[in-house]
């Protein structure tokens, strides 16, 4: 600096300041403060002139270079350069080699810099999402679950990430929330696609209390100016990402982040739509005997009714075994009534492709419902409800959603952004039961589920996605495991918790029997955890054994 402004500089010091954002992430920042009542106009140049600033970089780095110590092999800085009589009082040791790499650093990096105008915290969440939209919904996170409830954290690789605590006092409930995630790196099988948000499990635990696994869940965040006119292109790819059954996929809009409960919105679920006496039928199987296992999704009934997408799903957050199937194929089949309706009867069944006609047409018995833009084809096997409810994956439920004709301005277009969010709720709520479908206008490429060959290929699948995500270190156990025909792990890299803090990485892991392989030992209530090297060249038949034991135990208890 003093070659630079070509006097002396003492009155200008330097402090270092390291913090962590929000408890979580380390940042040291370095500040220059100037000692000279009112300044002496030294630091105002840095901060106005970048090519001022880039200056006095260049000639440190230049200095450090050309210093005489470093003619002297046994000496790292000298009186000259880094180690002068202020600097004693320093912490540390100060390094020449190291303050010149960090110099040579910035300049290296010099064009990816930016200036900033807010503080250090605010800069790096900012930098995490990419739109208002995106924002608003992190700040609808903080005012549910609570502003400490959502931390930054760091993710292996230097990636940027929240943790949430989406729980309460009597249970946990950790997700690790990454933002534009290119979905199909992670999961093979989904299309490909940048989604706005992943939402994982933490630790990726089955939820508690359930055999149900607790799955990632895609957030996309919907502005009616950039989507209304790829309706169709995002409901086939968000339809491919949830036929994966690796994945839930939820859609927000503008207006769903308000909470407000808005009675324009199409639900032909919502029981102002239903025929008098259905809510008493509800109501009455809920609390009759032998419907004890029916009872627990009342709750579930009850969203699918009346809530918005929104609390949908912080519901499934709060509560990641909460899903909607059984809701869905009880309220169907109370719509369907004692003996159902001929398919060809259905109001506007014209309208419906001769896939969706032979997709419906696998059932006997046939309902519809509807309100306002949108249609639900429902059809379900022969027999009396109490015996056919429980057979989620017989029922079949077909969404047609319709939109307003779009108005030059897509903002001006009357009922639009209701109708949007009608349509996305019902595929939020619906994405559960395997036999779901969906119609809309341009997407006749898309076809309905094939039931028949569900799930065949899944355990390929389970494996190829292992593989794809693992470290190339566990590669080879990973094959001998698949040959073998054992069970694909369902966890990859996923953070181990003890309560609410990350103690170790789960390499690969198997939640349904709580084994998880690391490469760095540590130890976790109720779990096997195992040590191994992936870069030695040790044997894997020790290691195989470890895991199928424990693996062949499980399928024993089963």
């Given at each position: 600096m003093s070659l630079s402004f070509e006097g002396k500089v003492d009155h200008i010091r330097s402090v270092v300041v390291e913090e962590k954002i929000e408890g979580q992430i380390g940042v040291r920042s370095l500040y220059l403060y100037d000692t000279v009542p009112g300044g002496s106009g030294y630091l105002r140049q840095l901060a106005e002139r970048p090519e001022t600033l880039r200056g006095v970089i260049e000639k440190a780095a230049e200095a450090l270079r050309d210093c005489a110590c470093t003619q002297?092999?046994?000496?790292?800085?000298?009186?000259?350069?880094?180690?002068?009589?202020?600097?004693?009082?320093?912490?540390?040791?100060?390094?020449?080699?190291?303050?010149?790499?960090?110099?040579?650093?910035?300049?290296?990096?010099?064009?990816?810099?930016?200036?900033?105008?807010?503080?250090?915290?605010?800069?790096?969440?900012?930098?995490?999402?990419?739109?208002?939209?995106?924002?608003?919904?992190?700040?609808?996170?903080?005012?549910?679950?609570?502003?400490?409830?959502?931390?930054?954290?760091?993710?292996?690789?230097?990636?940027?990430?929240?943790?949430?605590?989406?729980?309460?006092?009597?249970?946990?409930?950790?997700?690790?929330?990454?933002?534009?995630?290119?979905?199909?790196?992670?999961?093979?099988?989904?299309?490909?696609?940048?989604?706005?948000?992943?939402?994982?499990?933490?630790?990726?635990?089955?939820?508690?209390?359930?055999?149900?696994?607790?799955?990632?869940?895609?957030?996309?965040?919907?502005?009616?100016?950039?989507?209304?006119?790829?309706?169709?292109?995002?409901?086939?790819?968000?339809?491919?990402?949830?036929?994966?059954?690796?994945?839930?996929?939820?859609?927000?809009?503008?207006?769903?982040?308000?909470?407000?409960?808005?009675e324009r919105v199409p639900n032909p679920f919502h029981e102002r739509k239903l025929e008098a006496g259905m809510t008493g039928r509800l109501a009455a199987i809920l609390q009759s005997p032998g419907f004890e296992d029916i009872r627990p999704h009342a709750d579930a009934l009850r969203m699918l009714q009346s809530v918005g997408s929104l609390d949908g799903l912080f519901a499934c957050l709060r509560a990641p075994e909460m899903r909607f199937n059984q809701a869905v194929t009880l309220l169907s089949r109370i719509l369907i009534g004692p003996t159902g309706k001929q398919l060809d009867t259905l109001p506007r069944i014209a309208e419906i492709s001769e896939d969706g006609r032979i997709f419906l047409g696998s059932n006997p018995l046939y309902g519809h419902q509807s309100d306002q833009t949108l249609d639900l084809y429902f059809s379900a096997p022969a027999g009396a409800p109490g015996a056919s409810i429980r057979d989620l994956d017989a029922y079949r439920v077909l969404l047609r959603g319709t939109l307003p004709r779009l108005e030059e301005d897509v903002l001006r277009t009357v009922g639009l952004s209701e109708a949007w969010r009608g349509l996305w709720r019902m595929i939020n709520f619906l994405q559960d039961l395997r036999g779901f479908h969906v119609e809309f206008e341009g997407m006749e490429a898309v076809a309905a589920p094939d039931m028949s060959r569900f799930p065949v290929g899944a355990d390929d699948l389970a494996w190829r996605e292992a593989e794809t995500l693992a470290d190339e270190g566990f590669h080879p156990l990973l094959r001998e495991l698949k040959a073998g025909g054992f069970i694909a792990p369902d966890l990859i890299g996923q953070d181990a918790m003890a309560g609410d803090a990350v103690i170790g990485l789960i390499e690969v892991g198997w939640s349904s029997v709580k084994l998880g392989l690391t490469e760095s030992g540590?130890?976790?209530?109720?779990?096997?955890?195992?040590e191994f090297d992936s870069a030695a060249d040790a044997p894997l038949s020790e290691m195989l054994d470890h895991i199928i034991a424990r693996l062949n135990k499980k399928e024993t208890m089963a």
């Open positions: 002297d092999p046994n000496k790292d800085g000298c009186f000259r350069c880094v180690r002068s009589y202020r600097s004693q009082f320093g912490p540390g040791d100060p390094s020449r080699d190291t303050a010149r790499a960090m110099m040579e650093d910035v300049l290296l990096h010099w064009d990816h810099l930016k200036r900033v105008e807010s503080g250090v915290n605010r800069s790096i969440r900012d930098d995490m999402v990419e739109s208002v939209l995106e924002r608003r919904f992190l700040d609808a996170l903080r005012q549910t679950f609570g502003a400490e409830a959502l931390k930054p954290k760091l993710l292996p690789g230097a990636r940027q990430a929240y943790q949430l605590n989406a729980g309460n006092e009597a249970r946990s409930a950790f997700w690790t929330i990454e933002t534009q995630v290119q979905i199909d790196m992670r999961f093979p099988s989904a299309p490909r696609k940048r989604v706005d948000f992943l939402l994982s499990p933490a630790g990726g635990v089955k939820a508690s209390g359930t055999a149900v696994e607790a799955l990632p869940i895609v957030v996309e965040m919907d502005g009616l100016t950039n989507h209304a006119e790829t309706a169709a292109e995002d409901i086939e790819t968000r339809l491919g990402m949830i036929r994966t059954r690796k994945l839930r996929v939820w859609s927000l809009a503008w207006d769903d982040l308000s909470r407000d409960h808005d540590f130890e976790m209530e109720n779990w096997d955890i195992l």
